[in-house]
């Protein structure tokens, strides 16, 4: 069986391996918070890896061969790239991407705080013969998967069509259950359906200039310190130099929300954290979020969990 091999070029000095066997590597990545990768060596140039962030750290991408393929999909959280050109694009949950070394990220983070999604790596110039000609007895040409995407100038990114989708989750389910043939397997079958792919079933990737993101990132950070006041979105666009529409269009693509639906999903995370530490009065708990009417903070509360503060409160 393939031995799963340590590249610390792929990881940085911050990286350490916590556990390492015949079937599987677990690295820690060595980021502020949780920065967990699971890595399976399938064939000789082929791995799987598993990736599990919880950090709000944003991290250079490392030094990676000339020939990468590389085709990741995204579980959950939200997957934020910059690139050498320094624009920035982003994997949403049930997406995936393919890219090639070209134009892999130079950097990445993760907008939401979390991202949990599965990466298949080829390593075009590291495969043998024999897994070349295995390969195209299916059929699978390794080295055209993506010609079709045009890669060399862009990260191809698309939603999840169904057959891709129940390969995916399959993946998830597998990995605290199934041995490294099973994976071997799924990457075959992932592989094929690559092979398939052409531009006309994929959508095109937003790209942002960074400082449209760095702006916009900057008036959510208001945003969420000034969450008793009550501050026009267009005077803070005004401020930052951002046109409103473009502010609304960069905002939901970095955070996968409008600013307002997002802000109520931050304030009423903060509210069940706040109802949990049974510390602060109801009362409080809506004046501290910007709410001087108690009923419209109860409201607010019960369309994102479902129930009423006070009973979110006795059932904790």
Sequence with gaps: ????????????????VLSRS?????????CNGRGI?????????????????ETDESMRAQKFNPDILQITHCQTGRYECEFANHTVAYL????????????????????????????????????????????????IDLDKIGTTLGLETQWYVSDTPPQLRHLFSELYTAIQTEPVGYFKVKAIELLYHMDQLTQISGCDSKYFDKKQIQATKAIREY???????????????????????????????????????YLKKYKMNLAAQWLS??????????????????SKFAKAFQSVYGMLPKDYRKNR
Aim: hydrophobic share 40%; net charge negative.
């Design 92 to 139: 949403p949950t049930g997406y995936f991407s393919v890219a090639t070394t070209a134009h892999l990220p130079t950097s990445f983070s993760f907008p939401l705080g979390k991202y949990y999604g599965v990466s298949l790596v080829i390593d075009r110039q590291a495969l043998s013969d024999e897994i070349r000609r295995m390969m195209r007895t299916i059929p």
């Design 37 to 53: 990768v699971k890595n399976y060596s399938l064939f000789e140039g082929i791995q799987l890896c598993f990736l599990d962030f």
């Design 1 to 16: 069986m393939e031995r799963v091999n340590f590249n610390p070029e792929w990881y940085g000095v911050q990286a350490k």
């Design 277 to 294: 530490e049974n510390k602060m009065k109801i009362g409080d708990i809506a004046l501290e979020l910007g709410y001087s009417n108690a």
């Design 223 to 261: 945003l969420i310190s000034h969450l008793d006041e009550k501050v026009p979105l267009e005077q803070l666009a005004k401020e930052a130099h951002l046109n409103l529409s473009v502010f609304h269009l960069v905002f939901s693509h970095i955070y996968g929300d409008t600013p307002y639906a």
């Design 22 to 30: 015949e079937r599987q590597m677990v690295v820690d990545y060595g």
